[in-house]
Nanobody, 114 residues
C-alpha cells in the first residue's frame, strides 16, 4: 500500500552534516505521521524524530538541537543532521503511520567516524 525509499546516508566525520530524504509512494492518507528511527548493531531500534501532517514534531533527547525533521509534501520527509557524533552511527529507517498501520523503508547507513 505504501512504499518508502530513503536516501542521503553515508560516511561523515564527527561534527559533519548529512541530510536524509524519504519519499513515499502508493496510497497516502492526508492524516499521518512520518518519522526517522535508527538501529545500531546489537541495539534496539529507537525513535529519532517524527512529524505529522500538522507539523507537530518530537525528537529524541540525544538529537535535540542537532537534528531537524521537516516535510514539504504529504509524501516527502527529511532529516537534517548536524554536529554528528560517532554515537549517531546506525542504519536510519524512514517510517510512516497512517490508518493505524506502520510502513518502513529499507534503511540507509549513516557512519560517523574519523
Amino acid at each position: 500500500q505504501v512504499q518508502l525509499v530513503e536516501s542521503g546516508g553515508g560516511l561523515v566525520q564527527p561534527g559533519g552534516s548529512l541530510r536524509l530524504s524519504c519519499a513515499a509512494s502508493g496510497t497516502t492518507f492526508s492524516i499521518y505521521t512520518m518519522g526517522w528511527y535508527r538501529q545500531a548493531p546489537g541495539k534496539q531500534r529507537e525513535l529519532v524524530a517524527r512529524i505529522n501532517n500538522n507539523d507537530f514534531t518530537n525528537y529524541a533527547d540525544s538529537v535535540k538541537g542537532r537534528f531537524t525533521i521537516s516535510r514539504d509534501t504529504v509524501k516527502r520527509v527529511y532529516l537534517q543532521m548536524n554536529s554528528l557524533k560517532p554515537e549517531d552511527t546506525a542504519v536510519y529507517y524512514c517510517q510512516r503511520n497512517q490508518g493505524g498501520l506502520n510502513y518502513w523503508g529499507q534503511g540507509t547507513q549513516v557512519t560517523v567516524s574519523s
